[in-house]
């Protein structure tokens, strides 16, 4: 494995002569937040969008604290698995895991007076503690939200600055050195409180990075102490499922914002960095996914309201029809952005 970024070539993902019996499963279902989910295998985790979403029984349950804009279908995702799950909790951290899986969900206190980077830190030690504990230690994928990203921190130009230092701090103090870096999503909410939602394996998955990109970690000019430790994308080949989970994607080209001031051309040029990024995953590392048919659900995160009725033409113009997508209201880490999206492929 690679020491650090994108993983090196290696063959292409189902390939590998692995037995069902060591290869776990793990299914996304996005349904309307009114249906049961259509399947009888165990929940993992349900993850609920909006007010009006239910929570679903005896699994671990998640609502993101984002408010929901229109244009936004509601639903619900279900992560399900072939294996029982069991909840546990870790310090703050409440998960449910199998013996591969496991899906985690802590939210600390975080008012505008509060130490950021002590309750970021405090976040990412629980969460790496809990890994290590259950021994799923390859963390997949990551969402944070949390209020005030562009407000100075302790010295600090940003909140968003100082997460991405206390998450650094918190990933070497807890020993994490091979890791293949999680896709991640971190957006500036309304709420008092930091929420950090993620999913880990006990196998890494594919880091993958896009040609139109500067790979975030090698960035020009950030602090070195608080480089933003993800991947573009992890691909990550579960016992049926093909699974690409695309990390926030911006209107960056480089390492430039490009397009200032005018969200739909950042909108159109996120999607072109989502759909280079899918072309570049099946052409290096032998996916197969189709940047239209396997886009289960996108995400939108959207920093004026308002904009929506700008966004949403472009949507219905580039994506399927029946593709489930949610508008959610948040800011991002760089004051030019104005839109940032995100994607689950499966296949
Ligand atoms: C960017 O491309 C936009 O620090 O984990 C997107 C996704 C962004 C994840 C992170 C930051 C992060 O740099 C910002």
Known sequence: MADKGESAAVEAPGSKASSSRTMPE??????????????????????????????????????TCLEMLPGSNPFMQYWHTH????????????????????????????TPSADFSQVARQ?????????????????????????????PCAGRPSRYDAFCSARKQAMQASGITNSVYPAATVIGSRRDTLQVYFLASDTPGTA?????????????????????????????????????????????????????????????????????????????????????????????????????SQINPILAARLPGSTPRILLRGDMCRDDLLVEIEALYQA
């Open 208 to 308: 993958v990075e896009n040609p139109r990109q500067t790979s975030a970690y090698d960035y020009p000019v950030v602090d070195p102490h608080a480089p933003p430790l993800f991947s573009r994308g992890v691909l990550k080949t579960w016992s049926r499922h093909t699974h690409f989970y695309v990390s926030g994607t911006a209107s960056i080209v480089g390492h430039e914002t490009r397009h200032v001031d005018n969200v739909g051309a950042q909108l159109n040029e996120s999607l072109n960095n989502v759909e280079t990024l899918v072309v570049h995953a099946n052409d290096r590392y032998g996916s197969r996914l189709n940047a239209q048919d396997d886009l289960l659900y996108m995400k939108v995160y959207v920093r004026h309201p308002h904009d929506v």
């Open 26 to 63: 793990l299914g996304v279902s996005v349904l309307e937040h009114t249906a049961p989910p259509s399947t009888s295998h165990p929940v993992l985790a349900s993850l609920h969008f909006g007010n009006g979403a239910r929570a679903h029984p005896g699994s671990l349950s998640i609502r």
């Open 123 to 151: 976040a990412y030690l629980e969460i790496y503690g809990c890994l290590q504990d259950t021994a799923c230690r390859h963390l997949l994928r990551t969402w944070n939200y949390f209020p005030g990203i562009m407000l």
């Open 83 to 110: 294996s029982e799950t069991v909840q546990g909790r870790y310090g703050h951290v409440c998960y449910s895991c199998s013996p591969h899986l496991l899906f985690g969900h802590v939210q600390l206190p975080c």
